[in-house]
């Protein structure tokens, strides 16, 4: 009955996580970057790319986190795509760290969010989707 119960919680778990980083990037995506909506994006992706540029490659962005959402919620592929997430999202805050820090939300402290969506990633990705594969009974005889 415990293995049951740890199990359900671990379901729902993943699924509010799955939800949760899913939206933060259709949010980012959508909101932020292709509908314009905080214009501190593209002034960030203008200053790292190119001022030229940078409402177009903003929008580009953008499109690409929105299929990143859309990947998430196949579950397709989950630990690729949580790798692929967590390279990106360690490529791209190392970058805004070192190339435009007076952009960033919360400056230099970025990071340390950077690092803790990075970490719900990697759980979400490896160790819940292990464990909730591992604990599934077996449904044929």
């Known amino acids: 009955m415990v293995n049951v119960i740890n199990r359900n919680n671990q379901i729902i778990l993943q699924r509010?996580?799955?939800w949760f980083i899913a939206l933060v990037w259709l949010a980012n995506g959508l909101f932020c970057k292709?509908?314009?909506l905080v214009p501190r994006?593209?002034?960030i992706v203008a200053r790292i790319l190119t001022?030229?540029?940078g409402h177009s490659f903003?929008?580009?962005i953008g499109i690409s986190e929105i299929l990143m959402a859309i990947w998430i919620l196949s579950s397709f592929k989950?630990?690729?795509?949580?790798?692929?997430q967590i390279v990106i999202v360690a490529t791209m805050n190392t970058i805004e760290f070192i190339l435009a820090p007076d952009l960033l939300l919360w400056g230099k402290f970025n990071s340390f969010f950077a690092f803790i969506?990075?970490?719900v990633v990697f759980i979400n990705g490896f160790y819940l989707n292990k464990k909730i594969t591992q604990q599934a009974p077996c449904s044929h005889f």
């Open 16 to 18: 509010i996580l799955t």
């Open 34 to 36: 292709v509908l314009g």
């Open 41 to 43: 994006h593209e002034q």
């Open 51 to 53: 001022p030229a540029y």
């Open 58 to 60: 903003t929008v580009l």
């Open 78 to 84: 989950t630990k690729l795509n949580a790798i692929v």
């Open 117 to 119: 969506f990075i970490l």
